[in-house]
């Protein structure tokens, strides 16, 4: 089992920016952010092939805004968020899946076995 820890959100104005943190306490294949506003479906954000080729994958909502990184060292998944907009704001989840299992894409949900708590952003 897997737990994962984020940090780093909070309230910013529209047009500015925000990094997010994860902290994955054992192996992790691929990571994930994924978001879920008030009354709405979760959603993909961004991905990172951790456990391989390091190939990062982007919600088409947060291309060119977004910018995801994996530090192997501190196994901790970071989300640079730039150019902020209100269409942003939403609980912000972090995932992962080890090695084994169902695969359906970096960006879908159900690939993905455990999830963090989540961390608040806010964009007003």
């Known amino acids: 089992h897997v737990q994962l820890v984020e940090s780093g959100g909070g309230s910013v104005q529209a047009g500015g920016s925000l990094r997010l943190s994860c902290a994955a306490s054992g192996y992790t294949h691929c990571m994930g952010w994924f978001r879920q506003a008030p009354e709405k479906e979760r959603e993909p954000v961004a991905a990172i092939a951790t456990g391989g080729t390091g190939r990062s994958h982007y919600a088409d909502s947060v291309k060119g805004r977004f910018t995801a990184s994996h530090d192997n060292g501190k196994n901790t998944l970071t989300l640079q968020m730039n150019s902020l907009n209100p269409e942003d704001t939403a609980m912000y989840y972090c995932?992962?899946?080890?090695?084994?299992?169902?695969?359906?894409?970096?960006?879908?949900?159900?690939?993905?076995?455990?999830w963090g708590q989540g961390t608040q952003v806010t964009v007003s």
């Open positions: 995932a992962t899946r080890p090695s084994s299992g169902s695969w359906f894409g970096p960006l879908q949900l159900k690939s993905y076995n455990y």
